[in-house]
Nanobody, 128 residues
Framework: QVTLVESGGGLVQTGGSLRLSCAAS????????MGWFRQAPGKEREFVAS????????DYADSVKGRFTISRDNAKNTVLLQMNILTSEDTAVYYC?????????????????????WGQGTQVTVSS
């Protein structure tokens, strides 16, 4: 069993930055694929980014590519999401997720179904 806890959300102005953190307990994350998803009001949960168990492979949704960076520190059992140049379109609850190691193409194709463990989410609000 893995427990994930997100932190770092908040209110930021357009063009600003936030860094989300996901801390895990119960099991080491070093063998798991990690991901970030987000869900805006009235919308489905959508993929944001994923990172392979080794950290050597990353994947991003087109909407965040070039602005967001996912990273992991297996020694600290944490995953980070650095978010820059934020816009109102990024306003959502952001969720950290962990799942079995798979090629990034499979992870992307499976979406939320590719992850077995989820955090409770952290709110990110971008004001214009």
């Amino acid at each position: 069993q893995v427990t994930l806890v997100e932190s770092g959300g908040g209110l930021v102005q357009t063009g600003g930055s936030l860094r989300l953190s996901c801390a895990a307990s119960g099991r080491t994350l070093s063998s798991l694929t990690m991901g970030w998803f987000r869900q805006a009001p009235g919308k489905e949960r959508e993929f944001v980014a994923s990172i392979s168990w080794s950290g050597g492979g990353t994947d991003y949704a087109d909407s965040v590519k070039g602005r967001f960076t996912i990273s992991r520190d297996n020694a600290k059992n944490t995953v980070l999401l650095q978010m820059n140049i934020l816009t109102s379109e990024d306003t959502a609850v952001y969720y950290c997720a962990a799942g079995a190691p798979r090629p990034w193409t499979i992870v992307r194709a499976m979406g939320v179904n590719g992850f077995d463990y989820w955090g409770q989410g952290t709110q990110v609000t971008v004001s214009s």
